[in-house]
């Protein structure tokens, strides 16, 4: 008879699923007032700039949310980063 010891090794790899998603900085809108004013005035100037409005018919709300996001995270690209 033949005895064996057998250990395997397990590797902790993280795979990755997905896009990973960006941070941005906000710890600046906390500290710096001015950067928090530039970016409203960046999201209230997009929002502008699409017609987007509360009450069109034309949007459903899971659209109007999908202009909304990509209207927040321009805007963070854009000053935060």
């Known amino acids: 008879m033949v005895r064996v010891k057998y250990k395997q090794r397990i590797v902790?790899?993280?795979k990755a699923k997905?896009?990973?998603q960006k941070k941005y900085g906000v710890e600046e809108l906390k500290k710096d007032e001015g950067v928090?004013?530039?970016y409203c005035k960046e999201i209230e100037l997009?929002?502008?700039k699409k017609g987007i409005?509360?009450?069109s018919d034309g949007n459903?709300?899971?659209e109007k949310?999908?202009?909304y996001k990509e209207i927040i995270i321009k805007s963070a690209d854009k000053i935060l980063t």
């Open 12 to 14: 902790n790899i993280r």
């Open 18 to 20: 997905g896009v990973r």
């Open 36 to 38: 928090a004013k530039q």
């Open 46 to 48: 997009e929002i502008g």
């Open 53 to 55: 409005e509360e009450n």
């Open 60 to 62: 459903t709300v899971g």
């Open 65 to 67: 949310w999908q202009n």
